[in-house]
């Protein structure tokens, strides 16, 4: 019922930068809280950033100062300003989207993006 659709993903030189959104769709009421994750192969995915409904934010240490996350509630959008990029930046980016009320529904879900790929070249 939900959907996340990624985009601004791409090819980079180091130093450069992207934006990445992220839109949910479906039959949303409220969403709590929304971030970006990132994966390697073969590694575990974590955390890099992510906004709560009421504007706080939270970053993994890596990337303060370099990256920026905003939201934009009535729009359901979240979106991560990449700046500096480092090629150890590059990974496989999943939008999150958690504690999503949806009608009809007395809880709360989570949903996932598909992945776009970031790449950031030496």
């Known amino acids: 019922q939900v959907q996340l659709v990624e985009s601004g993903g791409g090819l980079v030189q180091a130093g450069g930068s992207l934006r990445l959104s992220c839109a949910a769709s479906?039959?949303?009421?409220?969403?709590?809280?929304m971030g970006w994750y990132r994966q390697a192969p073969g590694k575990q995915r974590e955390l890099v950033a992510s906004?709560?409904?009421?504007?706080?934010?939270e970053y993994v240490d890596s990337v303060k100062g370099r990256f920026t996350i905003s939201r934009d509630n009535d729009l359901n959008t979240v979106y991560l300003q990449m700046n500096s990029l480092k090629p150890e930046d590059t990974d496989v980016y999943y939008c999150?989207?958690?504690?999503?009320?949806?009608?009809?529904?007395?809880?709360?879900?989570?949903?996932w993006g598909q992945g776009t790929q970031v790449t950031v070249s030496s």
């Open positions: 999150n989207a958690d504690g999503v009320r949806e009608r009809f529904y007395f809880e709360s879900n989570t949903y």
């Open positions: 479906g039959s949303i009421l409220t969403i709590d809280g």
């Open positions: 906004m709560s409904s009421g504007g706080n934010t």
